[in-house]
C-alpha cells in the first residue's frame, strides 16, 4: 500500500465547478505540501501546511492530523487551472518527503 | 529573473552512454535537489546538497552521481550503470534544506535512452 494516496486520480469539471482533491497517507507527517505541475512539467509549490487550512486567491488547503487526510479545493475553477495537482507529505519518522501520484484536474470551457 | 533553469530540455541518448543533465539556479540557494519522474508514480529523490561540496544520497542514488561545485549548479550525471534511465528529470532549489521550506522546481529534462 502507497504511503501518500490522492483520489481522485483523474478529474474533469466543467468551468466554474467547485473542485475538490484528497490526499491520504498513512505515516506520521510533520507538514504537507500541494504542488501543481503543469502541462508542460514544470512544478509549482501552492502551500505547505502543518494545521488548520491556509487560502491564497481561488485555492484553499485544509489538513486533519488526526484522521491523515488533506484536501485541496479550487473555487469558480477555470480551464487554466487545468494541471496535474500533487500532494507531498514531510514523514517524521523517515525524514524525507514522500510524494503522491497525483490527480489529473481537467477544466473545460 | 530569478529562477532554476535545466537544459536541455530534451534529450536523447544511445544505451551505455554517460549523459551530464545541467541544473543552475540564481536564486541563492544552499539546498539544491534531483528528483526523477516516472509515468504513473510519485516524484522519487535521486540526491541532494545543502552546502557546496557535499550531497547526500537519496531513494534511488544507484546509476547517477551529481557534484556540487559551485552553489549555483548541481549537475547530474546518469550513468550506464541505470538500468532505465527514461524518465523525466527534475532540478529543484530551497532556501535551506528544511523539508517544510517552499522547493523551487526547473522545468525539467526529458531524457530518452535508445
Known amino acids: 500500500k502507497n504511503e501518500v494516496e490522492q483520489s481522485p486520480q483523474n478529474l474533469t469539471a466543467q468551468e466554474g465547478e467547485f473542485i475538490t482533491i484528497n490526499c491520504s497517507y498513512s505515516?506520521?507527517?510533520?507538514?504537507l505540501h500541494w504542488l501543481q505541475q503543469h502541462p508542460g512539467g514544470g512544478i509549482v509549490s501552492l502551500f505547505m501546511l502543518s494545521s488548520g487550512k491556509k487560502k491564497h486567491g481561488r485555492l484553499i488547503a485544509t489538513i486533519n492530523i488526526q484522521e491523515k487526510h488533506s484536501s485541496l479545493h479550487i473555487t469558480a475553477s477555470h480551464p487554466r487551472d487545468s494541471a496535474v495537482y500533487i500532494c507531498?507529505?514531510?514523514?517524521?519518522?523517515?525524514?524525507?518527503?514522500?510524494f503522491g501520484k497525483g490527480t489529473k484536474l481537467s477544466v473545460k470551457p | 529573473d530569478g529562477g532554476i533553469t535545466q537544459s536541455p530540455k530534451y534529450l536523447f541518448r544511445k544505451e551505455g552512454q554517460n549523459v551530464t543533465l545541467s541544473c543552475e539556479q540564481n536564486l541563492n540557494h544552499d539546498a539544491m535537489y534531483w528528483y526523477r519522474q516516472d509515468p504513473g508514480q510519485g516524484l522519487r529523490l535521486i540526491y541532494y546538497s545543502q552546502i557546496v561540496n557535499d550531497f547526500q544520497k537519496g531513494d534511488i542514488a544507484e546509476g547517477y552521481s551529481v557534484s556540487r561545485e559551485k552553489k549555483e549548479s548541481f549537475p547530474l550525471t546518469v550513468t550506464s550503470a541505470q538500468k532505465n534511465p527514461t524518465a523525466f528529470y527534475l532540478c529543484a532549489s530551497s532556501i535551506l534544506g528544511g523539508l517544510t521550506d517552499t522547493q523551487y522546481f526547473g522545468p525539467g529534462t526529458r531524457l530518452t535512452v535508445l
Open positions: 507531498a507529505v514531510v514523514s517524521g519518522s523517515q525524514g524525507n518527503l514522500i
Open positions: 505515516v506520521g507527517i510533520s507538514a
